[in-house]
């Protein structure tokens, strides 16, 4: 096994530091790095909360909290031991004290060395995004080897994210901002580059004259749950489809870039999401399906429904989105890309379905068995990730020529007995590191914005409601039609 590179050292301050996100998803990745043996020595964690929590009690915390989240077999009492003595914690509640320069006199204590590279990761409301940055400025804690993480959501909008950017941006460089999509991270959306531009395989054929669509689902079959009170304010098209998905399609569609560096990649990606063509008005209704979950049986069980969770409040936010975009260069001309993201489905999976053309005539002759489809490679992102391209074989054995379609498949489980890291490992590694290509520059989010806006505003607009559909089932029935009514169908997870 490959020894990873050591990360140079860091003061790494978590706000939102007792939260869901860190506790769930931070600690537990910065933990998983530590054991592998990439934090320096003097690595260190300072979590701010209002928790008024002192530092023995915070590493009491999170020792007991790490057992919940991390993989199977990767916590041992030595390792957890070590782990929390990197962790401080500073009492701080950013929603008040905001502008008390005082308040922040113990995080400015709790961070001594101005020569030791700072990444502020703000796991917290984008709406405390431009306080706290004007905070850490006005306490003087941002140096010139600072860095600021941000988390999704970044607005609700196109206006507020504007504010969001140009609110941190007058306090760090765009090249200290550090905007997070943890898609990005995932070991085989990374793949999808490497896949795409260290095989030779594949880019001759990556063009629409060879490619018929692409899919790309984002499935989920767990609910809104605990989060109620902030997606009822977004809804999946705001939380999905304007990052996660739409950065999918950006790494499948976007061309080669001279080299993988930052702003190359980006540059790429910001070229597709300028080329999307805008969904207005009536076509709104054609090329997109909004849907919402009513009580129904995920894995046998009962779960409510989605008003339910709102104790039976009104709303018309969609826990689904499915939509057709198109990409409008000269590579993906004609091309659609059907996206779909939805809670309480049926099955818990992402994947990104390239469907190719079909051979352009059949030589051999038209008898019952001989089923001529067009390849397929599906790139499985969870679980089971994998690369699958169904190819058409012979039937061995006599009794005539019979033909049947089987997928040549790649499991990364198999060919790597390692375990896949969390994205957020990756991500964590990179922003100490200062390496910003797995993450999305200002220009990107605002052009994500401006596509996914006049959507927002017809569905608002619309007298139609979300489509409703059972909880544990596939989604609304209009989603299938979307794609039907072009002659295609849904990849399902069946068929690999
Ligand atoms: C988050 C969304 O960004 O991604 C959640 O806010 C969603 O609603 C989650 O559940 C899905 O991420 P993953 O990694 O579990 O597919």
Redesign the pocket.
């Known amino acids: 096994m490959t020894v990873p590179a050591r990360i140079p050292p860091c003061d790494i301050v978590v706000f939102g530091g007792t939260g869901d996100l860190a506790v769930r998803k931070l600690l537990p990745a910065l933990y998983l790095r530590d054991l592998d043996g990439q934090l320096t020595e003097d690595t260190r964690i300072i979590a701010v909360s209002r928790a008024g929590l002192d530092d023995v009690g915070y590493r009491v915390k999170i020792s007991g909290d790490l057992g919940q989240f991390l993989p199977a077999g990767t916590r041992t009492a030595g390792a957890v031991e070590s782990f929390v003595r990197r962790l401080h914690h500073v009492t701080l509640d950013v929603g008040l004290d905001v502008e008390e320069a005082d308040a922040w006199r113990d995080l400015a204590v709790a961070l001594p060395d101005p020569g030791r590279t700072r990444v502020f990761y703000l796991a917290c409301a984008p709406s405390l995004f431009g306080p706290i940055s004007s905070g850490l400025h006005r306490s003087g804690l941002v140096t010139a080897r600072s860095r600021v993480v941000l988390e999704?959501?970044i607005g609700h909008d196109l206006a507020s994210a504007r504010r969001i950017n140009d609110e941190v941006g007058t306090v760090f460089a765009e090249e200290q901002i550090f905007r997070i999509?943890?898609?990005l991270g995932?070991e085989t959306v990374q793949n999808l580059l490497v896949l795409r531009f260290a095989n030779a395989l594949f880019e001759p054929l990556w063009h629409s004259g060879s490619i018929d669509h692409v899919q790309i689902t984002?499935s989920?079959s767990?609910g809104?749950g605990g989060?109620i009170g902030y997606?009822d304010g977004?809804g999946a098209l705001r939380?999905?489809v304007q990052?996660?998905l739409l950065q999918l399609l950006c790494l499948v569609a976007m061309e080669p870039p001279a080299q993988v560096q930052p702003e190359a990649v980006r540059d790429e990606k910001l070229k597709v999401l300028q080329a999307l063509r805008p969904l207005r008005g009536p076509e709104v209704a054609c090329a997109t399906v909004r849907g919402q979950y009513t009580a129904g049986l995920v894995g046998n069980c009962p779960v409510p429904g989605y008003t339910d969770e709102l104790d039976g409040r009104h709303s018309d936010t969609e826990t689904f989105a499915a939509l057709k975009v198109e990409v409008q260069n000269w590579r993906w001309a004609g091309v659609p890309f059907y996206l779909r993201t939805g809670?309480r489905l049926d099955r818990h999976a992402?994947e990104i379905v390239v469907q190719l053309r079909g051979v352009p005539h059949s030589v051999f002759p038209e008898v019952d068995d001989v089923e001529l489809v067009a390849n397929r490679l599906v790139l499985r992102l969870?679980p089971d990730e994998g690369v699958h391209l169904r190819l058409v074989t012979k039937v061995p054995g006599p009794g005539g020529l019979r033909l049947r379609e089987v997928p040549l498949s790649l499991s990364f489980a198999q060919a790597f007995a390692d375990r896949l890291p969390d994205?957020y490992e990756r991500l964590l590694g990179d922003v100490m590191r200062g390496n910003p290509t797995l993450f999305m520059r200002r220009d990107e989010i605002e052009a994500a914005w401006t596509w996914v806006e006049p959507i927002l505003a017809a569905w608002a607009e619309s007298d139609q409601p979300p489509r409703r559909y059972a909880a544990g089932t596939g989604g609304p029935a209009a989603a299938t039609a979307l794609i039907e009514r072009d002659g295609r169908t849904w990849h399902e997870e069946n068929q690999q």
């Open positions: 999704k959501p999509d943890h898609y995932k984002v989920e767990l809104v989060r997606y977004a939380d999905m990052n996660h809670k992402a969870q994205a």
